[in-house]
């Protein structure tokens, strides 16, 4: 039975339910009871597995198809009227033909399947931040991940009421067919449509797809901002906390410091980081004038491999109970393993394909690309107050990539339009460690490349028009925790010594201390990056010290004067959409190296 009598929600699910002809249309309510009979049910098909109980209470597994194991960029497309609204950097498609193709995919492909109708809310139900979708889909496996990643059932209905602002997700698995597999975004109709896939990426809409593509355009219309951001807490002694938010491109350990635990000498103290958020940031103008965050999802849906006792405990934690694993190895007392989670990789297990696995065979066993998906409230950092609908005041704003040469362990804008053209240089480049080869610089502004719904070019000027109307403006900082010495070795320790960095940057939120002015911005005085405590060896000898923290904060006109030609070629796609205001800070770098 249907949850509301929302005439713009029922006629659309009837036109989608027309197109795809399920056998059933079945409406989820959120209850524990009808959670419980689908899994059931998905554990008779074998569309997923039933783990340890146990030892892993509450945890399921699935494996996707072979051929269907990450999200899938080129496949990936805006659909606006004009190819420019899109912007250079996204794959485009004109509407009505995006529509008739996915159409022709989707006629009649969930005939002998049910449909099932899951409203969901992004953000706490009820929050001002908050946005409703209703999500369509012809597999279970989404239904129970839609249920830890976004709050959902009876109460979304509610809170939507008669409202026609809601976002219309349809996806259907089809016949996973990789050739007719698209993921398609039409920011102008509040719309996603998902077909001929069954991996996370691509099939919960809630996550990419409408927590950043739609609503990066729903913030730029209505006045707030959609950021691939994670939200942390920093609490010092005297139980004062501060908030940032960080923003990082994929493999530069944005869960890691989302979950981060301080160093020994800093918990004695009584200094603690709490998360908030380790993927998706929401954030508007508060009543007070300042920028506000909160985390529009419910759960976390991270990469497994490498999550380990030592770069992530508390994933690790998070990850005991209620937790849905794909694609990772499945051992033979029903609990499960992957690389870097520990060294004793298990006999007799099954791959991520299904296989008998030996380990001593040199082939993985765990996708790289594995996953889980866990509920955010069973994180032991999780903070507090990370559902208060109002969200948390931040005070910084950080980005980062890796950068072998040309960043600094950590360096501070001149300003808001300083700090939106640092965010737009934001990169990765390949590196070739032993040899400290440096190889391809990959822009990734903001860490939205893959994520922006619109114009990249408009994107931009709607961060310096935000900037206009916070009269509180967070500080915004960038930090590189992977700089390379002459040996191809890295020279900072990384996890939980960040937290140093973070201390240096919360003192500059709050005026505590000076800073070296460079033609890149503000970089810290060596002597005031505490090291006390600090044991780390850089290639076996040399204890990492004050000479190698100079070292790690230098600025090299050389690799500098290099980067800013690979600027002036990225911004170049832009043409007169490129802000005068990132022009100007570009022309400002170049004439403070010369």
């Known amino acids: 039975m249907a949850l509301t009598k929302n005439k713009a929600v029922l006629d ?14 079945v409406w989820i309510d959120g209850s524990q009871k009808q959670l ?27 494996r996707t198809a072979v051929n269907d194991v990450a999200r899938v960029e080129h496949r990936t497309f805006i659909c606006t009227p004009t190819k420019e609204e899109a912007g250079p950097t996204n794959n485009w498609m004109e509407p009505k033909e995006a529509y008739a193709m996915a159409s022709d995919i989707f006629r009649g492909s969930m005939k002998g399947r049910k ?44 809170m939507l009421g008669d409202s026609n602002d809601f976002v219309r997700g349809l996806h259907g698995k089809c016949d996973i067919d990789e050739e007719k597999r698209y993921i398609l975004h039409f920011p102008q109709d509040n719309t996603i449509w998902s077909c001929n896939s069954g991996y996370g990426g691509n099939v919960l809409l809630g996550k990419k797809c409408f927590a950043l593509r739609i609503a990066s355009y729903q913030g730029w219309k209505e006045g707030w901002m959609a950021e691939h951001m994670l939200i942390l807490g920093i609490e010092n002694p005297k139980g004062e906390v501060k908030y940032v938010t960080a923003a990082f491109p994929s493999a530069c350990g944005k869960t890691n410091l989302a979950m981060l635990i301080p160093p020994e000498g800093y918990r004695n103290k009584g200094y603690k980081v709490w998360t908030l958020g380790d993927d998706i940031a929401w954030l508007r103008v508060g009543p007070d ?26 994933a690790l934690a998070t990850v005991q109970k209620d937790t849905i694993f794909t694609n990772v190895v499945l051992k033979k007392d029903g609990t499960v393993w992957w690389e870097g989670l520990d060294k004793n990789p298990p006999e007799g297990a099954l791959d991520w394909k299904g296989n008998p696995w ?3 065979s040199g082939v993985k066993g765990a996708h790289p690309n594995s996953r889980f998906t866990a509920p955010a409230k069973n994180c032991p ?19 980062g990539g890796r950068r072998a040469k040309t960043a600094p362990l950590v360096y501070q804008s001149k300003g808001w339009d300083h700090g939106v053209f640092v965010g737009s240089i934001m990169a990765s480049e390949t590196t070739a460690a032993a040899s400290g080869a440096v190889g391809v610089v990959r822009r990734d502004p903001m860490a939205m490349l893959p994520f922006c719904g619109y114009n990249m070019g408009d994107y931009w000027k709607h961060w310096i028009d935000m900037g206009k109307k916070i009269k509180n403006q967070p500080k915004i900082f960038n930090v590189n925790w992977f700089r390379l010495n002459e040996n191809g070795k890295f020279m900072w320790p990384g996890f939980g010594d960040n937290f140093r960095v973070l201390e240096w940057i919360i003192k500059r939120c709050e005026g505590q201390v000076d800073a070296d002015v460079t033609p890149i911005g503000y970089v810290p005085k060596a002597k005031d990056i505490n090291l006390e405590g600090m044991d780390y060896t850089i290639e076996g000898d040399r204890k990492f010290d004050f000479d190698a923290l100079c070292e790690i904060l230098s600025v090299k006109k050389e690799y500098w004067m290099e980067d800013i030609k690979n600027i002036e070629e990225f911004y170049s796609k832009f043409g007169d959409k490129l802000p005068k205001e990132l022009k100007a800070s570009l022309e400002g770098l170049k004439k403070a190296f010369d």
């Open 36 to 62: 419980d009979e689908l899994k059931k049910e998905a554990f008779l098909t074998g569309e997923m597995a039933e783990l340890n109980q146990e030892k892993l209470p509450g945890c399921m597994y699935h």
């Open 12 to 25: 659309w699910i009837d036109e989608m339910a027309k197109l795809t002809a399920p056998d059933h249309v």
């Open 115 to 158: 449909m099932y109708v899951i409203p969901y809310s992004m953000g706490p139900v009820g929050s001002p931040f908050a946005k409703a979708g209703i999500e369509l889909t012809d597999s279970i496996y989404v239904v129970l991940n839609m249920s830890i990643m976004t709050r959902i059932g009876q109460a979304v209905c509610d």
């Open 358 to 360: 030996d380990p001593a």
């Open 381 to 399: 950092c999780i903070a507090k107050n990370w559902e208060d609908p109002a969200g948390v005041p931040i005070s910084a704003i950080v980005f």
């Open 289 to 314: 004038g300042g920028l506000w965050a909160v985390n529009p999802e419910a759960g976390f849906f991270g990469v497994a491999p490498g999550t380990n006792e030592k770069s992530n405990p508390n």
